[in-house]
């Protein structure tokens, strides 16, 4: 049996994205302000330069996913499917106590439930890529000539147009289409990143691109910060026109970004090094569902960016997020059953 290399350049791209992603949610609470005021250009050009989080997330999945030769569909619907389902489950539930404990929105059990549907804000990630390895199969498949489960192309198809016919039902209450709409087929737009993500790790990326892959980065942060400023200052209001995941900037943004890190394929770190990326990599699905909580509790204590220069006020609560982030999601993978939701 052929044992698989660690992919440590996917960890750390992975590590990358993470933090990345929380500096979206942080740069943009302070984005809402004047644009023509400095501190403006600083959250812009900030947020911009990180926009590439996301995109990094579903490119990873390419890479691992869409390069093996076998694809175990068993594995995927217990490690991935069922796995990634329950994560979303009980952090949905878990924001809704955390919502109900600060603000007391809900009378009724009913009322708790209903809310539930909505889910937190950055939750949408999840369902997004349940779309994906729903379709993952079928897209593995057309790449490498194999041929997918019936079964499961039944299934896949069957809940497709099992959602459509509940959708007709006249006047359909309200939880069922916030639930129903969490199978949003407009997700599987995310799939040109994971066969970008496959495409581009296929190839050799050698050392020598890595000052490549950082130049074309820098210039496309620079075009997109210059074309959302033009833009805020001809609006009179901030605009992140040039954010959106599938322009061509944030596209070559994060192309730049991914083959960056695959100029370290092959590297073979030391043991504790190596232990503290794994660690840091696995880590990151919990800090990803656990840093709006810190950051929102930072500001429920009157702790906010605008408060600061964005020169300190950015790096400062950076850390006070990532820093406990990081710690609490380490030390909950050690309690027996937490780990599956971390």
Known sequence: MLT????????????????????????????????????????????????????????ISGALFLEREELDLGRLVRRN??????????????????????????????????GMTYGHYHLWFLPAMLTIYLVLPILHGALHGRAVSIPFLLAVFGLIFLKGTLLLLPDPPLALTQVLGKLDLSNLKYLAYVLLGWWLSRRQWGPRARWGCAAGFLACVALMAYGN????????????????????????????????????????????????????????????????????????????????????????????????????????RRIPGLRLIV
Do not use: K
């Not at 984005?31 to 579903?58: C, E, K, M, Q």
């Open 229 to 332: 400023r033009q833009l805020s200052l001809a609006h009179g209001e901030p605009t992140g026109w040039f954010n959106d995941y599938f322009g061509l900037p944030i596209l070559l943004a994060s192309c730049c970004v991914f083959c960056f890190c695959l100029t370290f394929r092959g590297m073979e770190p030391l043991p504790a090094p190596g232990r503290i990326i794994r660690e840091l990599s696995a880590c990151t699905l919990g800090v990803y569902l656990l840093h709006p909580f810190v950051l929102e509790s930072l500001g429920r204590m009157g702790v906010s960016v605008n408060d600061y220069s964005p020169f300190a006020g950015l790096p400062l609560l950076f850390f006070l997020i990532v820093v406990p982030s990081f710690l609490a999601v380490f030390l909950l």
């Open 4 to 59: 698989m290399t660690r992919r440590y350049e996917l960890d750390l791209c992975r590590i990358l994205a993470c933090l990345m992603v929380v500096m979206i949610h942080l740069s943009g609470s302070g984005w809402h302000i004047d644009p023509a005021s400095g501190a403006w250009r600083v959250y812009n050009l900030v947020h911009t330069a990180v926009r590439a989080g996301i995109p990094l997330f579903f490119m």
């Open 81 to 114: 499917l069922v796995r990634l389902l329950a994560v979303y489950l009980c952090w949905d539930l878990l924001y809704e106590l955390v919502t109900q404990a600060v603000s007391a929105p809900y009378h009724s059990v009913g009322e708790f439930l209903v």
